[in-house]
C-alpha cells in the first residue's frame, strides 16, 4: 500500500509537468474586423530651396529628417536648382530635385529595409564627349 501511494503520487506529478505551457500575452493593436482602417496619413512637408543641388538635399533633411544624406557619386558639376514646394511628400520634393538635374544629374532614392532604408544621393551623369579608351585600345601619347 505505501508503495501504491508513492507510485501515485510519482504518476500525479510528472504527469503536471508534461502539460503545455500558457499561452503568451496577446500584443499589438485591436480592432473590430468589421471596420475599415484609414489609411496611415503620409508625411507633408513644405521645402523652398535654392542653390546647388549638391546642397539640395543636406537642406531637404533639415525639413525631413528620416532622409540619410549620403555623398554624391560622380563628378560633380554646378548646377543651379530652384525649388518652392508646399504641402508635398517627401517621394514628391526628391523627385523635383531630381527632374531639375535634367541631362547632368539624377537623384537616387533606397528604401530598402536592410540597407537602412530612406537614403538618398546626387549621381552625376557623365558626359558622352568624354569617352574613355577601352582596354583594346591604345592611347597616343
Request: aromatic fraction near 6%; proline fraction near 9%; hydrophobic fraction near 35%.
Amino acid at each position: 500500500m505505501r508503495y501504491t501511494t508513492v507510485f501515485l503520487t510519482a504518476c500525479l506529478l510528472a504527469g503536471c509537468s508534461g502539460s503545455p505551457p500558457k499561452p503568451p500575452m496577446p500584443e499589438g493593436e485591436y480592432r473590430p474586423i468589421n471596420r475599415s482602417v484609414l489609411p496611415a496619413k503620409k508625411d507633408v512637408l513644405d521645402f523652398t530651396y535654392e542653390g546647388d543641388i549638391l546642397g539640395a538635399l543636406p537642406a531637404l533633411k533639415e525639413v525631413a529628417p528620416q532622409i540619410d544624406v549620403m555623398p554624391s557619386l560622380g563628378r560633380p558639376s554646378p548646377l543651379l536648382v530652384r525649388i518652392h514646394l508646399q504641402g508635398t511628400t517627401l517621394e514628391n520634393a526628391l523627385r523635383a530635385i531630381g527632374e531639375q538635374g535634367g541631362d547632368v544629374a539624377d537623384v537616387v532614392w533606397s528604401t530598402t529595409r536592410h540597407q537602412g532604408g530612406n537614403q538618398a544621393f546626387v549621381r552625376f551623369r557623365t558626359s558622352n564627349t568624354e569617352s574613355q579608351p577601352s582596354t583594346n585600345q591604345r592611347v597616343a601619347e
